[in-house]
């Protein structure tokens, strides 16, 4: 099994900046594609990014593309999340997501999640 464990959240004016980190431990993760997801009451879990496990890869939904950044650092077992020029639009409790696929655009593709981190952008 593999633990991952979220930071970086927090409250941001629009048009601003976070960045969120999300460590994994137990299992190794070096050769999964790791990838975020956001949430909102009342709505599904959707798609934000992923990055393939050697980092050459990656993929954004539309709405963040342009925008948000994802990386990992394979030595440290960790994947990052640079949101910039962010949205009200974008407030969610993002959650860090492994899978042992090459593409990741699902739920359902996952196979272990972090408990999550808010992030809150205000008009």
């Known amino acids: 099994q593999v633990q991952l464990v979220e930071s970086g959240g927090g409250l941001v004016q629009a048009g601003g900046s976070l960045r969120l980190s999300c460590a994994a431990s137990g299992r190794t993760v070096s050769s999964s594609t790791m990838g975020w997801f956001r949430q909102v009451p009342g709505k599904e879990r959707e798609f934000v990014a992923c990055?393939?496990?050697?980092?050459?890869?990656?993929r954004y939904a539309e709405t963040v593309k342009g925008r948000f950044t994802i990386s990992r650092d394979n030595a440290k077992s960790t994947v990052y999340l640079q949101m910039n020029s962010l949205k009200p639009d974008d407030t969610a409790i993002y959650y860090c997501?492994?899978?042992?696929?090459?593409?990741?655009?699902?739920?359902?593709?996952?196979?272990?999640w972090g408990q999550g981190t808010q992030v809150t952008v205000s008009s």
């Open positions: 997501a492994v899978s042992p696929f090459g593409v990741v655009s699902s739920p359902r593709d996952v196979t272990s």
């Open positions: 990055v393939s496990w050697i980092g050459a890869s990656t």
